[in-house]
């Protein structure tokens, strides 16, 4: 059996991996095809993988500072997207705050 044509995006990989699920959810294909479609998932996931990892290791390399450093969270992890509160010091009380600090909302 020839081999499938691996895709060319992240994108098309998922749909196809969603493709092949949504097949596989249907209870209707007989053992021989659900290992064929099985396999083809497996493959895509080792490309969607290996794509994300990639991406991971680029946003690394760009996020480094002029040390080399890199900036904000370890590698790994995602940071939040919401800074996590701090109380408000006597400066911040005051209203006369650094221009260049973050912003207060609330």
């Given at each position: 059996?020839?081999?499938?044509?691996e895709p060319?995006?992240?994108?098309?990989?998922?749909?196809?991996?969603?493709?092949?699920a949504?097949?596989?959810?249907t209870?209707?294909?007989?053992?021989?095809?659900?290992?064929?479609?099985y396999?083809e998932g497996l493959r895509l996931?080792?490309?969607?993988?290996?794509r994300?990892?990639?991406?991971?290791?680029?946003?690394?390399?760009i996020?480094?500072d002029?040390?080399?450093?890199?900036q904000?969270?370890?590698p790994?992890?995602?940071?939040?997207s919401?800074?996590?509160?701090?109380?408000?010091t006597?400066?911040d009380?005051?209203g006369?705050?650094s221009?260049?600090g973050?912003?207060?909302?609330?």
């Amino acid at each position: 059996m020839p081999q499938k044509k691996e895709p060319q995006t992240f994108e098309a990989a998922l749909e196809r991996i969603e493709q092949i699920a949504a097949r596989m959810e249907t209870g209707d294909l007989p053992l021989d095809d659900l290992l064929v479609a099985y396999e083809e998932g497996l493959r895509l996931i080792r490309f969607c993988s290996q794509r994300l990892d990639a991406a991971e290791k680029r946003l690394e390399t760009i996020t480094r500072d002029a040390s080399g450093q890199p900036q904000g969270a370890a590698p790994g992890e995602i940071p939040s997207s919401t800074p996590p509160e701090n109380p408000a010091t006597e400066e911040d009380a005051s209203g006369s705050g650094s221009p260049s600090g973050p912003a207060r909302l609330f």
